[in-house]
């Protein structure tokens, strides 16, 4: 089973930065395309940005182009989001997922991490 595991949450005031991490197996990272997604109480999840499995395409959801970025360290197996200029309405649980069909829009997502809370205060 794939297991997906996401750390970097936390309080940050309006316009600050955060960047969250996302690790898993080298099998997971080689196989499946990866992102984020996003959820707040009594919303359906959102798409945040996902991350080709060759690593050499993004997409990105239009409420955060241009302050999000996606990334992944090779290395170490680790999937990146920096997150700048963060806006209260950022507020929310944040998954790394997994999956294979990845669009210009979307990612289709079979895996899923547990969590990990952003709050940004106005």
């Known amino acids: 089973q794939v297991q997906l595991a996401e750390s970097g949450g936390g309080l940050v005031q309006a316009g600050g930065s955060l960047r969250l991490s996302c690790t898993a197996s080298?099998?997971?990272?080689?196989?499946?395309?990866m992102g984020w997604f996003r959820q707040t109480p009594g919303k359906e999840r959102e798409f945040v940005a996902a991350l080709s499995v060759a690593g050499d395409d993004t997409v990105y959801a239009d409420s955060v182009k241009g302050r999000f970025t996606i990334s992944r360290d090779t290395a170490k197996n680790i999937m990146l989001l920096q997150m700048n200029s963060l806006k209260p309405e950022d507020t929310a649980v944040y998954y790394c997922v997994a999956g294979q069909v990845l669009t210009a829009l979307y990612l289709e997502s079979k895996y899923w991490g547990q969590g990990t809370q952003v709050t940004v205060s106005s």
């Open positions: 080298r099998w997971t990272f080689a196989t499946f395309h």
